[in-house]
């Protein structure tokens, strides 16, 4: 990937690199308007959908990558298309529905002047195009081969689709490694079904989020429910693993030991379990090993847009939409396998209310972006201090001690940008 040109921007990174973050980063106009062209608009493949919400000829999804309404659609014979969503005409909404089925040979129509446009977005239609008797209409030279809606590159690993406005995006796979693309295709690694959507906002800037999802020194400490019910707590068998572009993390955790213990952990972290805390439902906590290994909980985090989650037996993709400066809305979309038991299936939907936007551990980290929003305001020249396990960006055979991976992400970031 080429080093972008430099640009002026309304911030200096400190001389001490990614382990300090400006608070300016998160709350400044200037450089979020920068952000959609640079990255969203840029050499990035942003997350769009799992080819089972679009299975077959007709089928669409709306969606977001940055600020731009972009359309996935799924066309006659088969293929992917993503458009922006965006009538040529004069420039509203084409598709107004988050989802649905237009007809195998069936157009996305603007309900204002009725421009009508095929899977691919290409114009088929134009109401008065040859004017009314003799009347009216457009110039016998207008051509509608060139007035069809912006197009994206898409492109699949395993159920993900992704796609990008830059034509000097490298191929996807390159983009993301060999090892991402392996657990991509390890956590799809038999036909999906999805089980249901739900969306979360936070008050807060995007890339709040995107700190947190690469976190790992937070998770047995802000998300109480953890070290409580022994699912997980720092110091487990773990890695954390780094993509070489420093875009993408792949954080996997296996069962806790039987030497590790909940005493051993609070001993070391301070934070105290509730000893008499109980569930009313503790078939929640149960783990059906599955998908061949030990691996019981994985957050990979993709840049920019995605979070492809396995915690316990909950499968999901966590798409982010940014929502302006200070706001973002994540997409959430559970799935199972279409092979599942009606028991196994059963249960991953009763695990949705451990980890989701209201379970016992998630809402926590929408809390915790809405609070960093609020704390950094009136202090944009300040920085955040990322020093947990040194400085380094690089890969790590153990996890939860360390900042590793959010420094990664400010290093990637900082290249893209040209900061």
């Known amino acids: 990937m080429n080093a972008p040109v430099p640009v002026d921007m309304p911030l200096r990174w400190p001389a001490a690199g990614e382990t300090r973050a400006p608070y300016r980063v998160f709350a400044d106009q200037a450089l979020y308007a920068q952000e959609q062209e640079r990255i969203f608009r840029g050499p990035v493949w942003s997350f769009l959908g799992l080819a089972a919400e679009v299975p077959n000829p007709g089928d669409y999804k709306a969606t977001f990558v940055g600020d731009t309404p972009v359309v996935l659609t799924r066309d006659s014979a088969g293929a992917l298309h993503c458009w922006v969503n965006r009538c040529a005409h004069r420039g509203a909404l084409v598709c107004r529905e988050l989802r649905g089925n237009v007809g195998a040979n069936g157009t996305h129509t603007c309900v204002y002047h009725q421009w009508a446009y095929d899977a691919a977005g290409q114009l088929v239609g134009v109401p008065f195009r040859k004017g009314l008797g003799g009347k009216g209409g457009y110039p016998a030279d207008f051509d509608m081969a060139e007035h069809g809606l912006q197009q994206l590159r898409v492109d699949t690993v395993g159920e993900m689709i992704f796609g990008t406005f830059d034509a000097a995006t490298p191929p996807l796979r390159e983009y993301l490694g060999a090892e991402h693309c392996a657990n991509i295709e390890r956590l799809f690694g038999r036909p999906i079904r999805v089980l ?217 970031y900082r290249r893209l940008m040209g900061l």
């Not at 982010?320 to 200070?326: C, F, R």
């Open 196 to 412: 249901g959507h739900a969306r979360q906002y936070f008050s807060g800037n995007w890339k709040l989020y995107a700190e947190n999802s690469r976190d790992s020194y937070h998770g047995g400490l802000l998300h109480l429910f953890y070290p409580t019910f022994g699912i997980y707590r720092q110091g487990q068998r773990g890695w954390v693993h780094l993509s070489d572009n420093k875009l993408h993390q792949l954080l996997q955790v296996c069962k806790p030991a039987a030497d590790q213990s909940i005493e051993h952990y609070q001993q070391a972290s301070a934070r105290k379990a509730e000893a008499d805390a109980q569930l009313q439902a503790p078939e929640i906590l149960r783990w059906m090993p599955e998908l061949g290994g030990e691996i019981a909980l994985t957050i990979h985090s993709m840049f920019p847009n995605v979070v492809l989650q396995q915690i316990s037996n909950t499968l999901a993709v966590r798409q982010i939409q940014t929502k302006g400066l200070e706001g973002t809305e994540l997409v959430w979309t559970f799935y199972g396998f279409a092979d599942d038991s009606p028991e196994l299936t059963a249960h991953r939907l009763k695990q949705h209310n451990m980890v989701g936007p209201a379970g016992f551990i998630s809402m926590e980290d929408g809390e915790a972006v809405n609070i960093c929003q609020q704390g950094i305001a009136g202090s944009l020249d300040a920085t955040s201090v990322i020093e947990c396990g040194g400085s380094s960006t690089d890969s790590l055979e153990v996890m939860g001690v360390d900042e590793n991976g959010v420094r990664a992400f400010w290093a990637g």
